[in-house]
C-alpha cells in the first residue's frame, strides 16, 4: 500500500493528467487544488512525513484554517505528474490563523506549492463561505480559446457571460451565473489573488485577460466539466468569428435563454440579458 492506492491521489493525479491531455497545460502552465475531506486526510496521514517550515502566504483565508490541500508543484509540468507524483505534487497543512502552509507529503527535492497558492487559498475561501462548505476544487488552466476571447471581447462578465452562453446551448445550464473577468494583472502574488477572490464571490468561474482561466467546485468531475465546457463554448465563439468574419446571421436569443433556464430549473444570472 502506498498514498498513490488512496483513492483520492488517484483522482486527483487523473485530473491533472486529463488537462494535459486537453492541450491546457504547456510546460509549467496552470494550477490545482483540492480541500481534502477528514477522512481523506485520515487515510494520507500514514504517509506523511515530518511537515516542513511553515511559510506565510501574504493573504488570510481564516475559515481555512486547519485544513489540508492537495496542490501542484510551483516550476512543476502537469505532463509529468502521473509518472512522477512525489515531486510534481504534495499535500499541506494550513495553520490555526490561516495565512500559512507547510508540507506534510510530496513536492519532494525541495519543491513549493504553486506559484498561484495564494489565488487558490483565496478564492477557496470565498468559495467556501458561497457554497456553504461546498467547494472543494480550485483548477486554473490555460485553455487556448478562452485566452483568444480577451482579445477581441470587452472584459466585462457580461460579455463573456453571453458570447459563451449564446456559443452552445449546454452553456447556460452548466454555468447559469456567467462567468467572471480579471483584468491583465501580474500573475502569482498576493494583488491578483484578492482581485480573483472578489469575482469569485459572485462567480465559479472567472476569465484571466490574456492568461487563462479560473474553475471552481464541489468535486473534480464538476470543475473538469466547467473548464472543459467553457473552452469548448470559446472555441465555437472562435470558430464563428473567425469563419464568418463576425457576419453572425442568428444565435440563441434571450427568450431562448429564458426557456432553457426554465426547462432545466436553473436560475440564470439576469443582469446579463439584455
Ligand atoms: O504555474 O499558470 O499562472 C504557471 C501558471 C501561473
Ligand atoms: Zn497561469
Given at each position: 500500500?502506498?498514498?498513490?492506492?488512496?483513492?483520492?491521489?488517484?483522482?486527483?493525479?487523473?485530473?491533472?493528467n486529463d488537462g494535459w491531455l486537453q492541450g491546457w497545460h504547456e510546460r509549467n502552465?496552470?494550477?490545482?487544488?483540492?480541500?481534502?475531506?477528514?477522512?481523506e486526510v485520515a487515510e494520507c496521514r500514514p504517509f506523511f512525513r515530518e511537515p516542513g517550515p511553515w511559510v506565510n502566504m501574504g493573504v488570510t483565508g481564516a475559515n481555512l484554517a486547519g485544513e489540508y490541500f492537495l496542490t501542484t508543484g510551483s516550476g512543476k509540468f502537469f505532463r509529468n505528474v502521473i509518472l512522477d507524483p512525489a515531486h510534481s505534487i504534495g499535500i499541506v497543512e494550513i495553520n490555526?490563523?490561516?495565512?500559512?502552509?507547510?508540507?506534510?507529503?510530496?513536492?519532494?527535492?525541495?519543491?513549493r506549492p504553486t506559484s498561484e497558492f495564494p489565488s487558490h487559498f483565496m478564492n477557496h475561501s470565498v468559495r467556501v463561505a458561497a457554497t456553504d462548505g461546498a467547494c472543494r476544487v480550485i483548477y486554473h488552466a490555460h485553455p487556448a480559446n478562452i485566452i483568444a476571447m480577451t482579445y477581441t471581447l470587452p472584459l466585462t462578465a457580461k460579455a463573456f457571460s453571453r458570447a459563451l452562453w449564446q456559443s452552445a446551448t449546454e452553456c447556460p445550464v452548466?454555468?447559469?451565473?456567467?462567468?467572471?473577468?480579471?483584468?491583465?494583472?501580474?500573475?502569482?502574488?498576493?494583488d491578483i489573488a484578492?482581485?480573483?477572490?472578489?469575482?469569485m464571490k459572485q462567480f465559479d468561474a472567472a476569465v484571466?485577460?490574456?492568461?487563462?482561466?479560473?474553475?471552481?467546485?464541489?468535486?473534480?468531475?464538476?470543475?473538469?466539466?466547467?473548464?472543459?465546457?467553457?473552452?469548448k463554448a470559446a472555441e465555437i465563439y472562435n470558430l464563428v468569428m473567425s469563419s464568418s468574419g463576425g457576419r453572425v446571421l442568428q444565435t440563441i436569443s434571450d427568450a431562448n435563454l429564458l426557456a432553457i433556464?426554465?426547462?432545466?430549473?436553473?436560475?440564470?444570472?439576469?443582469d446579463f440579458l439584455d
Open positions: 500500500m502506498s498514498i498513490l492506492d488512496v483513492k483520492v491521489i488517484g483522482d486527483y493525479i487523473r485530473m491533472c502552465g496552470g494550477n490545482l487544488t483540492y480541500r481534502m475531506k477528514a477522512e490555526d490563523k490561516g495565512d500559512s502552509w507547510r508540507i506534510v507529503w510530496g513536492l519532494e527535492g525541495g519543491a452548466v454555468f447559469p451565473g456567467g462567468v467572471g473577468v480579471v483584468e491583465w494583472m501580474v500573475p502569482g502574488g498576493a484578492l482581485a480573483t477572490s472578489e469575482v484571466w485577460a490574456h492568461h487563462g482561466l479560473f474553475c471552481s467546485g464541489p468535486d473534480f468531475d464538476i470543475t473538469f466539466g466547467l473548464m472543459h465546457t467553457i473552452e433556464a426554465e426547462e432545466f430549473g436553473v436560475e440564470l444570472n439576469k
